[in-house]
């Protein structure tokens, strides 16, 4: 595994970013603070129409969160990365949404309030690329967990500062990430307060 510490370049807190990925590369993701949920995606360059989809992920792998030697999977059941390392508890999600304007609506924000599936897009925008649909997130590092009654449970991160995953691309991908700015929930730790996190492509 290659060292990726001289690497890492920071996406700020509340914000996203579209980077690509080679085949054959690896993409760090760190939870710098340890207390920040990403949303993140992963799309074939090729042809965006292909993407993660979490409902293929889980089909294929049997399991609702992904483990190290898992792969992501697209809507055309294709492997677009492989988890290769995780140094968190593994706890991350594959169930909800990305955030949106209507979500902050609800909760009675102003208008305005940055969301991810906003980011997605200003996110694709800013490399000239658009998509007219947003895909289900694979929400890393956000804690969420199913109850006796089959209620969805919101907590905190259990991931701790510096803690990572490292996916290796399958394909050439676009890899979407959205440093979440919700803060009226715990997601991002219980003092609500989004953080900056770090990333590298080695
Ligand atoms: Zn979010």
Sequence with gaps: MSDFS?????LQARYGVA?????????VVVNTHGTQAIDFWALNSANLDEFQSMEHTRSRLSRVIPKVGDAIYSNRRAALLT???DTSPGVHDTLLCACSPEIYQ?????????SCEGNFHEALGAIGKTLGCTPPPFNLFMNVAVGPDSEVIRAAPVSKPGDYVRFQAEMDVVVVMSACPQDVTPINGDDCTPRDIQYAVV
């Design 19 to 27: 980077i690509a990925v080679p085949k054959g590369k690896d993409l």
């Design 106 to 114: 609800e909760h009675g924000c102003a208008p305005g309030h940055r």
């Design 83 to 85: 988890l290769t390392e």
């Design 6 to 10: 001289g690497s890492l370049q920071t």
